[in-house]
T-cell receptor, first 112, second 115 residues
Framework: QQQVKQSPQSLIVQKGGIPIINCAYE??????FPWYQQFPGKGPALLIA?????SEKKEGRFTISFNKSAKQFSLHIMDSQPGDSATYFC???????????FGEGTQLTVNP | DGGITQSPKYLFRKEGQNVTLSCEQN?????MYWYRQDPGQGLRLIYY???????QKGDIAEGYSVSREKKESFPLTVTSAQKNPTAFYLC??????????????FGEGSRLTVL
């Protein structure tokens, strides 16, 4: 019930491509779905987050799509750049609770 | 600047030794967390604390211990009972309940290697 499953484990795209990372969850009580970006040797940092009252959220080149009935959400990166090469984690939590459950991570490589 | 400071950044330990990883925050956050990161396994929660002098076990607490004597500090001890301690350890904080609790602020991590 607490799991968040993330795919793919790794992803390679060319500059300008649109990588898509998918996550699925089981606990219907989850009501906060963030994505974190992590560069090598650093801690993760919040990239973008969504709550289930909307189906899509955009911040710059990053978009979250949310499908409540399917219990799935995904991250799209428009016009990807080599500087976007990083590990991306999806996560989920219950707002009234105190802990995030993370997916396994996706290592994204954007080739020049 | 406000943030999370972890130390040391790299640590080597012999088998059978306990080691303590430091985590300090000046964000005035109530909640603090310790995660362990291994390749392909995401971030797994070791311990968390929502308030001073109180903490709860996460998903992989065995072989670890913590204390929360001060709001700004949440040290993690990796004991000799931890069977596979070599990993990247991340400390995080969040504002706590009653606010936008979703966002975690992470430190830069401590990489522990057992020789």
């Amino acid at each position: 019930q607490q799991q968040v499953k993330q795919s793919p484990q790794s992803l390679i795209v060319q500059k300008g491509g649109i990588p898509i990372i998918n996550c699925a969850y089981e606990n219907t009580a989850f009501d906060y779905f963030p994505w974190y970006q992590q560069f090598p040797g650093k801690g993760p940092a919040l990239l973008i987050a969504i709550r289930p009252d909307v189906s899509e959220k955009k911040e710059g080149r990053f978009t979250i799509s949310f499908n409540k009935s399917a219990k799935q959400f995904s991250l799209h990166i428009m016009d990807s750049q080599p500087g976007d090469s990083a590990t991306y984690f999806c996560a989920a939590s219950i707002t009234s609770g105190s802990r995030l459950t993370f997916g396994e991570g996706t290592q994204l490589t954007v080739n020049p | 600047d406000g943030g999370i400071t972890q130390s040391p950044k790299y640590l080597f330990r012999k088998e059978g030794q306990n080691v303590t990883l430091s985590c300090e925050q000046n964000l005035n956050h109530d909640a603090m967390y310790w995660y362990r990161q291994d390749p392909g396994q995401g971030l797994r929660l070791i311990y968390y604390s929502q308030i001073v002098n109180d903490f709860q076990k996460g998903d992989i607490a065995e072989g670890y211990s913590v204390s929360r004597e001060k709001k700004e500090s949440f040290p993690l001890t990796v004991t000799s009972a931890q069977k596979n301690p070599t990993a990247f350890y991340l400390c995080a904080s969040s504002p706590g309940q009653g606010e936008n609790t979703g966002e975690l602020f992470f430190g830069e991590g401590s990489r522990l290697t057992v020789l």
